[in-house]
């Protein structure tokens, strides 16, 4: 048989079976829209960027803690030194202990404060929220210093302790229920804000006392806000490393020992080993939230009516002052650290100077820091907004490749489970690989931005997702008819309607940025030391009042950014969402 007679035969029982699947592939890929294409390359990107920027991290933190010094593969010895360690196991318990006093002490604050403001008539309620949400705008470390110059062994008030030592336990639930308190406030009068005025109608008629009707009325409508925002409270304590940095003394957590054993040791493994221990509360409080939420069901419907609280002098009375308590002790705080920021020398020589604020006097960086936080910020408000809204976008309003989105969805959804320390260390041992082709990212302002981003970006995705949710699909429906390229669509339609989320998740993106941490603590260099760092270099070295000044020059940016965005709320807000109202 000759070559031509093989080739026709081969090519005659090749094409009975591979055209009809070429065919088949070349009409979907013909079929796809423009609209189609482009969601499909944004669908695949986000992916590839959030496995870049979170799966892959955690994946080489989990190899590295079943690896020796030198990066051989040693099982799970390194576990089983860890549990043998009673000083490691011993942070576990103190790790623990610390949250869920933190959780109930500030459930019970942030409980009565945010129903002082939601259910009683009490006067100056817009002055007690204001001063409830001022501790969001400061870093962990901003109460942990004044702390030390309240209650410290130079404190203005040491002998309100009888003896006891603020550098501790003590210290550190004092200042984590400082700067957890607005986090559990804003849940839980979102919780209480929403009650339907005919069961309390229905228990007056019944001529039920008022005692009653909160265990049996108020209580089970809160319960789910309040479940959520403890848990939601546990988390960020048991991931804290500000706090228990400055004022925790001898006392040992997690999160300072995977700092001690990375930074003071340089004991990779061990510091992989401890950021999983710190991993599975994390995991396990962010598990049990999405449980309650799934659970919590909706108190208003179509026929409800809006709750409006009725004066009560007895009520309104005990409420005013326990706020005018709260709002007193939370100034007291920021106060003392505004004063510490201007004493030349604590406590000797307590002349007022600006001299504090000159930071070149104190480290070689000066302000750079402070600057570096600031473009920081500013990336990651820019690039995380857009990223986070497009691809929530996509999420929710795409229509092809489903099993990419619910991944994608997931995979956003993580960030919230995950300790901004252990994160941090998952990068360095990802990027800093010499096997990485993307080592060079490493030690860059670039590095610190993406970090940041990933960290903060399940709470923006969900509030993207919430705003997209809320467009009326006859807006959607009419772009359709007229067959508006959904990118258009989403260029005309959903960023100007979705513009305060836009607004809401950029200032939210800008103040965390400022104040983080735990996030950045491993990754930056000598040319990107970011403010919070310096505040911690600064307190280290023993320059307490000019690391004051510098968490004070952060709390002042980031009530900046709030303004900012107030006034841009107001001016752009009442162009583009006219539509919401007749």
């Known amino acids: 048989m000759s070559v031509e007679s093989v080739i026709s035969v081969e090519s005659d029982l090749i094409t009975p079976t591979s055209t009809p699947l070429f065919e088949r592939v070349k009409g979907i890929f013909n079929r796809m829209s423009t609209d189609q294409w482009v969601m499909g390359g944004v669908l695949i990107l986000a992916a590839l960027l959030m496995i870049i920027g979170l799966i892959a991290p955690l994946g080489a933190m989990f190899v590295k803690s079943v690896q020796d010094r030198s990066g051989e593969y040693i099982g799970f010895a390194n576990y089983v030194n860890y549990l043998n360690n009673p000083a490691l196991t011993q942070s576990i318990y103190n790790t623990l202990f610390i949250g869920i006093v933190v959780s109930a002490v500030v459930g019970l604050l942030a409980f009565c404060y945010a ?142 020992d995977i700092y001690k054993q990375v930074i003071g040791q340089h004991n990779f493994a061990m510091g992989a080993v401890t950021s999983v221990v710190l991993l599975l509360p994390a995991l396990l409080s962010f598990a049990l939230e999405t449980r309650i939420r799934k659970k919590q069901q909706s108190m208003m419907s179509a026929n409800s009516v809006i709750y409006q609280p009725t004066p009560n ?13 709260v709002a007193t002790a939370i100034m007291v705080v920021i106060g003392m650290a505004f004063y510490g920021s201007l004493i030349s020398f604590w406590p000797y020589n307590k002349a007022l100077t600006l001299g504090n604020y000159d930071f070149g006097r104190f480290i070689s960086y000066g302000w750079a820091p402070f600057y570096n936080s600031v473009k920081m910020a ?36 993580m960030p919230m489970a995950v300790p901004g320390m252990v994160l941090g260390l998952g990068y360095i041992f990802f990027f800093n690989s010499p096997t990485n082709p993307m080592n060079n990212l490493y030690g860059t302002m670039t590095i610190l931005v993406v970090c940041t981003v990933v960290h903060l970006y399940t709470v923006g995705h969900m509030t993207a997702l919430t705003a997209l949710r809320q467009i009326p699909a006859e807006i959607e429906a009419v772009a359709a008819s007229l067959k508006i390229p959904q990118y258009k669509a989403f260029l005309k339609i959903s960023i100007p309607v979705g513009l305060p989320a836009l607004l809401d998740i950029g200032s939210y993106l800008f103040v965390n940025a400022m104040t983080t941490t735990s996030g950045v603590i491993f990754l930056y260099t000598t040319d990107n030391v970011l403010a919070s760092i310096a505040v911690m270099h600064l307190d280290e070295m023993g320059y307490t009042a000019a690391a004051a000044a510098m968490a004070v020059m952060i709390m002042l940016t980031s009530a900046i950014a709030r303004l900012i965005h107030g006034a841009f709320s107001h001016l752009l807000l009442k162009r583009t969402q006219r539509w919401r109202t007749r």
């Open 115 to 256: 129903y002082a403001l939601t259910r009683t008539c009490m006067p100056a309620k817009r002055l007690f929220k204001l001063v409830g949400s001022l501790p969001i705008l400061a870093p962990s470390l901003l109460p942990a210093i004044s702390l030390v110059y309240l209650f410290g062994n130079q404190g203005i008030w040491k002998s309100w302790l009888m003896g006891s030592s603020i550098y501790g336990p003590i210290g550190i639930v004092l200042g984590l229920v400082f700067w957890c308190f607005p986090h559990a406030l804003l849940i839980m009068s979102t919780g209480l804000s929403t009650a339907d005025a005919r069961l309390y109608e229905a228990a007056r008629v019944m001529r039920t006392s008022p005692i009653r009707t909160f265990f049996t009325i108020t209580l089970p409508g809160a319960k789910y806000g309040l479940m959520s925002a403890m848990v939601v409270i546990f988390t960020l304590v048991v991931c804290d490393f500000g706090v228990a940095k400055v004022i925790g003394g001898q006392y040992n957590v997690l999160a300072t």
């Open 313 to 325: 002098k007895v009520r309104d009375r005990g409420a005013f002052v326990f706020c005018l308590i």
């Open 378 to 413: 500013l990336l990651v408000a820019l690039i995380g907004t857009l990223f986070t809204f497009l691809v929530a976008y996509c999420v929710e309003k795409g229509r092809e490749m489903r099993s990419v989105r619910s991944a994608l969805h997931l995979m956003a959804m």
